[in-house]
């Protein structure tokens, strides 16, 4: 099968599109045809090791231990192991899998669930990560409910545009920021105020919000804080914090930070349940969500396709197919 291979760590150039061998499931794995498999932020993380915290974490400390990357996956079964209850061949799935940069790949049983109907594949593999990170963001970081507001920063992205549609799904009222080229777009999902952040400083204001979902940080938490409600909560969720921590720098920041502030800093990582994939699979066959497939790249340019995550501009989701 053709599948990404890399051997080490650096730019796309060491991206390599393969013959390699199709992997065999294990007692308690699917194989999946893959037809299609989203790309994510941390694919770049993973491809370039940096932050450097990732490769201390198990990813190969000089290295990729997995030498194909890739994890969001939306295909058909194609064999199954003998410890397997929930799927047959031909079933269609998405879900969670290993080296997913691939014409076939494997993925643990309770990490994938039933493609809903009505949903091609490359919406359903956009769904898994950016998905989940939403849906535990919104629902159980934030604790948001119906009625209450929350500004989303970077609200056409994969994160992003998940989570305007999730929140307002649970009656809360939005406010997304984005650029000018997704004003419209974020309207459409449903928010209720859009704030061009070309035109616009979405912190010169006197709203107040029980929950900021910010995706950029691109400002001081002091300046964050200030736009909550007494009792609000701020969920930093990614940004440029350096080659060392990445992202994790806001994440360790928020804790030293929660003592002193009544104000709730909620950073969170997003963690791939069956149940949390049943309900994405749930909002999207009754169309409360939907996956905003911005560009689609095939499987032999999937260095391009995350180069193109990378820039930090892409428009929903980005897949490749096989």
């Known amino acids: 099968m053709k599948a990404i291979v890399q051997d080490m760590y650096g730019d796309p150039d060491v991206l390599e599109f393969r013959e390699v061998d199709r ?4 007692e308690r794995q699917v194989l999946v045809r893959v037809h ?10 993973i491809m370039t090791g940096t932050p450097y915290f990732l490769r201390l974490a198990g990813f190969g400390l000089r290295t990729p231990k997995r030498t194909t990357p890739g994890t969001d996956v939306a295909g058909v079964v194609e064999a199954v192991g003998g410890g397997v209850t929930r ?3 031909g079933d269609e799935v998405f879900g969670e899998g290993k080296a997913t940069f691939a014409e076939y790949a494997c993925a643990d049983e309770d990490d994938l669930v039933a493609k809903p109907a ?5 919406e359903a593999a956009g769904l898994p990560l950016a998905g989940i990170t939403a849906l535990q963001g919104v629902r159980d970081a934030a604790k948001l409910t119906a009625g209450q507001r929350l500004l989303v920063n970077g609200s056409s992205g994969g994160v992003g545009h998940f989570a305007v549609q999730i929140a307002k799904s649970m009656g809360a009222e939005v406010t997304a920021v984005c650029g000018p080229n997704n004003v419209e777009l974020v309207r459409e999902l449903g928010a209720d105020h859009v704030v061009d952040y070309s035109r616009e400083d979405f912190t010169r204001t006197s709203e107040r919000y029980d929950a900021i979902l910010d995706h950029i940080m691109n400002h001081p938490f002091s300046v964050l804080l200030r736009l909550l409600t007494p009792t609000g909560a701020l969920m930093p ?10 992202g994790g720098r806001h994440r360790l920041k928020a804790e030293v930070i929660r003592p002193f502030t009544r104000r709730r800093m909620a950073p969170f990582l997003g963690k791939t349940t069956r149940a949390d994939l049943e309900e994405l699979a749930r ?3 009754s169309g409360q969500l939907r996956t905003v497939v911005g ?3 095939p499987l032999s340019d999937t260095a391009r396709a995350i180069q193109h995550v990378a820039g930090g501009h892409a428009r929903g989701k980005v897949v490749v197919t096989s």
């Open 283 to 285: 909002l999207a066959e």
């Open 118 to 122: 009505g949903v091609t594949f490359e």
């Open 295 to 297: 560009h689609t790249y």
């Open 23 to 26: 992997p065999e499931p294990g």
């Open 87 to 89: 799927f047959k061949p």
């Open 36 to 45: 299609a498999a989203g790309v994510n932020i941390a694919d770049w993380f």
């Open 237 to 246: 969720n990614s940004g440029n914090g350096g080659k060392w921590l990445g």
